[in-house]
């Protein structure tokens, strides 16, 4: 086939020859001798059926046809580089600095998680929402996995995929004077106003959902407390008419270990929207299929 002798080798050996413009000099940088230089050129020339260089006192330089070939050339050389880059950042997490929600790495992406500890630059795991944004903001991390609506504290530029949606549940104990035996499966807001909830502090993504929700609707929010810890707060509920909130993930597995816990839904609005934060120089395709490997 006539493909067969028009390779990258080719439009490498081209490319470097038009911009030193001397098949001597080229000879150095390629690592290859003059005359297997020379007749990769003819080979070209012999592909196009067109004369490619001409001879001067200044060296090589390019025809008509050679000069309109080398544009589409560099086009071509540069594609294939990003080619090479993109295989090596998918197969390489030397020096990747990521961060990432609690919740979000332990249920949702256990076996990257895994393999980063061991491999990745750095690995940073918090509750805290500020505790990710701070060091992505000051160029400490360069990857992030957080709850999408924070992307606005964000002050670098920065890239942004979605991973995933799910509800948030209401978390409520069998002992609950005025849940346990409502029929309701879903709590409506004027359900959620006449109850006490025990959240974590304000700057977190359902306390800050919630928040947002009533304002909208022009209703008083409901009594909340705020305790720091998820565990702390289930313990309370479980023994009070205390309720909070959780992503769906980690509810149903915090009920599963606890018979003192029962789940309710609450109303389409209360969705979490979680996304992936890179900055301009991590490439953030090739993360991404990282993040869903499961080995």
């Not at 076996?111 to 060091?135: C, H, Q, R, W």
């Not at 609005?269 to 301009?280: E, G, M, N, P, S």
């Amino acid at each position: 086939m006539l493909l067969d002798s028009l390779n990258i080798d080719l439009i490498q050996v081209f490319v470097t020859v038009s911009e030193q413009k001397s098949i001597n000099k080229s000879s150095e940088i390629l690592t290859l001798s003059q005359p297997a230089i020379s007749k990769k050129i003819k080979q070209l020339e012999s592909y196009f059926d067109t004369q490619l260089f001409s001879r001067s006192s200044k060296g090589m330089e390019l025809t008509p046809a050679g000069k309109d070939f080398y544009k589409k050339a560099k086009v071509v050389l540069t594609d294939f580089q990003k080619l090479h880059l993109i295989e090596k950042k998918e197969s390489d997490l030397s020096k990747l600095k990521i961060g990432a929600l609690d919740s979000v790495a332990s249920i949702w992406y256990p076996y990257f998680f895994k393999n980063a500890l061991f491999s990745a630059g750095s690995v940073k795991l918090s509750n805290e929402i500020m505790d990710l944004i701070t060091p992505f903001n000051n160029g400490e991390l360069n990857s992030i996995l957080i709850d999408k609506p924070f992307g606005r504290l964000l002050s670098q530029d920065y890239e942004v995929m979605d991973l995933y949606e799910e509800p948030y549940e209401v978390i409520y104990s069998v002992n609950n004077s005025s849940l346990i035996n409502s029929k309701k499966d879903t709590l409506t807001l004027e359900d959620l106003q006449k109850q006490k909830l025990i959240m974590h502090p304000r700057l977190c993504p359902v306390h800050d959902k919630l928040v947002k929700i009533f304002k909208n609707q022009n209703m008083s929010l409901p009594e909340i407390y705020e305790v720091d810890f998820v565990e702390s707060r289930l313990s309370m509920v479980a023994i009070s008419d205390l309720i909070t909130i959780l992503p769906r993930s980690l509810a149903e597995q915090k009920v599963k270990e606890n018979s003192q816990l029962k789940i309710k839904h609450l109303p389409e609005q209360f969705i979490r929207k979680v996304a992936l934060f890179t900055d301009a120089k991590t490439d953030i395709h090739a993360l991404y299929k990282l993040l869903n490997q499961r080995s």
